[in-house]
């Protein structure tokens, strides 16, 4: 910026931090000509330079990269994953950030920086940053405050590189395991979702990084779990599973973005659906940040949609809907839109709406301050002159960041059945067999840097301590011999590796067979964004190689490190046990190995069914009374074990049911206590889980739903009275007129150590007029133990 330009904006209103946000985006708007107003409205994709230069633009198969020197004089909006798209060390990507920050600001004149976005889906997408455990595994763990720990440590890292916006959390609910993100998912019911997506936002916001609610909405419920399908579903599906995490997280979470989802819904696209982005998001629910397009969603109304005929219509489409960003980088939003306006196709207004938000946003997080500076916190007071001399010096995957990814990977572990085999008992012989049993990156999900981003760079080291299964559990049983046999690939159709895996069993004195996915993208692995699968059965030839194992007659206890449910077939009855794991992060494997030894007493629950046949999906708990096993159907969806479901190295009893508010209006509150009692030998956690079933309803109902959940730790021998309380409000549903409504009469509460396991239940009864409910309604139950 020149001299002259600089004394300028030194008076200038948008520089006043005594003005509110809004006031310095009004004064700030109305001094912008048409393409310096469209330039704040896209991203271009770029990397940062592993030197220490400026950012580059990145070379992607949908669009050729746009010249920054023909862009940036107008400004830019966003910044694309400067540390997501190549390897770069931490504090050299830093320094390209700032640098080209720098080069931005000077080159427009209004000295606006540009807001750099990345993907932390699972931690922050960079080289050298903690890879935590997979969102399913969140789920797994049924414990919002250690998710929410989780995001601040990944949003303190993210803003101390110079990061402003995550593109996460993932709020779509799972409708078809067969989807191929399942993994990036929190579970099947909306509740579990709604409550742990709601923690991460909030401790990704608290630590001063933009949480991006992500897909909006129904992304998940395409037709047979197909990526980019069309959705099928009625208005009541989506108003009472698919949108409910998305209304609690924008009440109670506060997120100041909002991505569209790519699919249509009954033939309107969510990228062109204003009474979704503008009507309920905005108008009812009340967000006030910013919606941003999921990358080449809006250019996909026309090539993909077909609801577009060219470009400028494509955009003037989204941003009537209320897409106010278009990402990753400029397509529709730059000419075609810039030619739109001036020959008056598209209001100016429409054009303005989108701008104040996005420079509200910027003012909220300093980037319009007159004192702005581009160098992020880590080099901040430190020389610069010599970027190699930063090599090495920040550390993304600190101590206490693996400490937590290890809590989180301990506290995600699902024991689904056990006779006894488990914890094992410093057994002599091990013989570990499986495609799992000895890859690092058998513990990640596709967006784990590693994998989304690493696996095209395999000369460069994967800049994460990831060890083995096998690794772990040396370490685990050092006075145990352990042979370890692939037995097959993940999803490669050779068997002959079975004959040394059946040597290698018939050796051992137990066997610990790691089975599950590879993580990869559009194909590349057996989960993750674009690996569909037309049935739940195991990939490749992993159910023979279980099969015949389990033929041995030795202990077999399969361990699965994957991205969503599988069915296990004779496993399910016949292993001597069962651990579930979804892709478990970077400590994953040392999670597994406390549980098998009894380090630590496993606590997860399932997130998802896993099913007991591969072929029956879509399935999910949350389903009515006529999608479950009948007399008239020949197909049986009924789960191995259901959603909720989790085995323990301790016991409780669940006894003293008392119905302390057995009856109340239905604006009213309904109440029970219990005891809970660690009978067992050791210390443990039961997760308390309360469902309500509504027996007659004047619409069809699930037959349960969750309303409620919590965590709850007994040392041996120690009892908790629990008490419950159960506002009328979340008995609502959508009815028959579209109004949410709680309607009189008779409910069980259920209270339960899973969907299929209800230990007490309570029949009670809301009296009074049918209520209608709204957008402030109650969303909790009150759930203490004293």
Known sequence: MNLAASTAASTARWHDRALSSEERADALLAEMTLPEKLAQLVGVWVGASDEG??????????????????????????????????????????????RSQQRIAAANRFGIPALAHEECLAGFAAWGATAYPVPLSWGATFDPDLIRRMAQAIGRDMRAVGVHQGLAPVLDVVRDARWGRVEETIGEDPYLVGTVATAYVQGLEAAGIVATLKHFAGYSASRAGRNLAPVGMGPRERADVILPPFEMAVREGRPRSVMHAYTDTDGIPSAADEALLTGLLRDTWGFEGTVVADYFGIAFLKVLHGVAGDWAEAAALALAGGVDVELPTVKTFGEPLLRAVEDGTVPEALVDRALRRVLVQKAQLGLLDQDWDAVPAVLAGRPLEDPQALRGSVDLDRPENRALAREIAEQAVVLLRNDGTLPLRGPRRIALIGPNADTPTSVLGCYAFPVHVGSAHPEVPLGIELPTLYEALASEFPGSEIRTAAGASVDGPDTSGFAEALETARWAEVVILALGDRAGLFGRGTSGEGCDVETLQLPGVQQQLLDVLLDTGRPVVPVLLAGRPYALGRAATEAAALVQTFFPGEAGTEAIAAVLSGRTNPSGRLPVSIPARPAVQPATYLAARLAGRSEVSSTDPTAAFGFGHGLGYTTFDWTDLEVERAVATTDGELGLAFTLSNTGARSGSETVQLYLHDPVASVVQPVQRLIGYRRITLDAGERARVRVRVPADLASFTGRDGRRIVEPGELELRVAASSTDARLTATVRLDGPVRVLDHTRRLHADIRST
């Open 53 to 98: 230069g400026d950012v580059a633009p990145h070379q992607h198969d949908m669009e050729e990269p746009p010249d920054l020197d023909d862009l940036l004089p107008s400004g830019l909006g966003q910044l694309t994953r400067p540390f997501g798209t190549a390897p770069v060390d931490p504090a050299l990507g830093a320094l390209s950030l700032a």
